[in-house]
């Protein structure tokens, strides 16, 4: 059975240098990230991004390991982030890698949604959890 929760999170983008090789146009940062409500967890993870030379287009990729207990369930689980932005227009995906998810959170598969609302972080996770 689908599950649907939501609640709020706090996020810490901290800018990389360019590694040895690495173009300087595309940036490297590291995340750290604090969610609160039915998912009380820590997601720590990497995201690489490019911003165009055109106003408004850019895209991201980001691996997440994300750890703490979803409704009370623990264990941990990896989101794969893949963002576009074409002229202004947002494009989001946020998925649970297939199995990844680890102790109680075994068989977890899902998609979350990030939403801002004055400022305010909020994620939309809509999951399964095989028994």
Request: hydrophobic share 35%.
């Amino acid at each position: 059975m689908t599950q649907h929760v939501r609640g709020t999170f706090e996020v810490k983008m901290n800018p990389q240098p360019p590694g040895e090789g690495e173009p300087e146009s595309i940036g490297r940062m590291v995340l750290d990230k604090q969610y609160q409500g039915p998912l009380e967890a820590t997601g720590k993870g990497q995201m690489l991004a490019f911003h165009s030379a055109v106003e408004g287009s850019a895209g991201y990729v980001a691996m997440e390991l994300v750890e703490g207990a979803l409704e009370g369930k623990s264990g941990t689980f990896v989101l794969q982030h893949s963002g576009v932005m074409n002229r202004g227009k947002p494009g989001l995906t946020l998925a649970v890698v297939p199995d990844s998810g680890t102790g109680e959170l075994k068989g977890l598969s899902g998609s979350m949604d990030i939403v801002i609302e004055e400022g305010q972080h909020f994620y939309e996770f809509e999951y399964t959890l095989d028994e």
